[in-house]
């Protein structure tokens, strides 16, 4: 695990990180309470990212598919200034852009462009050009 810069844990996270696995956080940020990491390849985390109450992160799969062993694991990339909100879940191969926010309760399981929300299982961008402080 790499954390680069402050970034504050709150109480209840847990943050498994495989043999071989990379987890790279950039700091400015904060991951609330009772959140969730599950790193088997590579979950990079921006500076200034939040991370709200009981979100979950996986860049696995957790078991094996038979006929699709080699696509197990894909690495999760979320940007600079992303909310990532309450009780959302973060899978595999995702990469969500620069200013992004995932709304409470949505299942990201492709890619959030930079400055939009996404919201929804599975989740689906419903605004663009968004900011948030």
């Known amino acids: 695990m ?7 844990f709150c109480g209840g996270n847990t943050i498994t990180i495989f043999k071989g696995a990379t987890c790279k956080i950039n700091g400015d940020g904060y991951m609330n309470e009772n959140a969730s990491i599950s790193c088997a390849k590579l979950v990079e ?26 696509d197990m694991a894909k690495p999760v990339k979320i940007g600079e ?3 990532i909100g309450l009780k959302s879940t973060i899978l595999k191969g995702v990469t969500i852009g620069d200013g992004a926010i995932i709304a409470a309760g949505a299942v990201v399981t492709k890619d959030v462009p930079a400055k939009a929300v996404a919201a929804g299982v599975p989740a689906k961008v419903i605004r663009e050009n968004v900011e948030w402080k």
């Open 2 to 8: 790499e954390i680069n810069g402050n970034f504050t």
């Open 81 to 83: 200034h992303c909310w």
């Open 45 to 70: 985390i921006g500076k200034g990212t939040i991370i709200s109450d009981y979100v979950s992160i996986l860049d696995w799969d957790a078991h094996t598919i038979i006929g699709q062993e080699k």
